[in-house]
């Protein structure tokens, strides 16, 4: 029996002198133009809350009315009188964090124009820290005193310390509480008086987290 050589695969050889290089290249900035285009063009446009608003139902329909409303009612809206935009808090820090909010509202665009979206549209991404940090990182430093420091009338606010027991928290749980935990953005049972937090919420959420560096211990 006689046995056959298996043949071996000869390597191809790439002539890349043979390439055609222009049209590849023309193809590719022409990508990157719409692209570039596409993502100058929205973030214009998610610069305004009323086009953010205009692909809404409820409940964001209310909390676009609430942020044009004559005096805040809630959180949100008393940053809207301090010129904070709702992609301002619906985006993460620095470049990456707007490409990443504008690819999720890319996203949902596609949906409403295909009429898949689902209304009211249910929360797929919560807030994260980085969205609230990238404004207040000051709070979580030694020495921060709140502007406001009538909370719970325990001396507490005196040194913030929620604030800075904050990443032990998280260390100890990565799924515990974060910002707006506390400072729900769009509650109106907030307390103007204590900067629109729900005291006996907020209460609870304290208990949480000394619970939580309890169980770190």
């Given at each position: 029996m006689v046995r056959r050589r298996k043949k071996i695969p000869r390597k191809v050889k790439i002539h890349w002198e043979k390439v055609p290089w222009k049209p590849i290249l023309i193809v590719l900035a022409v990508v990157l133009l719409i692209s570039a285009s596409g993502f100058t063009f929205a973030a214009t446009k998610?610069?305004?809350?009323s086009f953010c608003g205009s692909c809404h139902t409820q409940p964001e329909s209310t909390y676009l009315q609430n942020s044009i409303a004559s005096q805040p009612v809630d959180?949100?809206?008393?940053?809207?009188?301090?010129?904070?935009?709702?992609?301002?808090?619906h985006s993460g820090q620095g470049v990456l964090g707007r490409m990443q909010a504008e690819l999720l509202g890319a996203k949902n665009a596609f949906k409403w124009f295909t009429h898949t979206a689902i209304q009211p549209a249910p929360l797929t991404q919560p807030i994260g820290n980085g969205n609230?940090?990238?404004?207040?990182?000051?709070?979580?430093?030694s020495g921060y005193v709140p502007k406001n420091q009538n909370f719970a009338g325990n001396g507490e606010a005196q040194n913030g310390h929620w604030h800075l027991f904050l990443a032990r928290w998280q260390a100890v749980d990565a799924n515990s509480a974060r910002c707006v935990s506390c400072h729900s953005a769009h509650a109106a049972d907030g307390d103007k008086t204590i900067f629109y937090l729900n005291q006996q919420h907020t209460l609870s959420v304290c208990e949480s987290c000394h619970q939580v560096l309890r169980s770190g211990d």
């Open positions: 998610e610069s305004h809350d959180l949100a809206s008393w940053h809207t009188s301090q010129s904070t935009r709702c992609i301002d808090c609230c940090l990238k404004c207040h990182l000051q709070v979580t430093q």
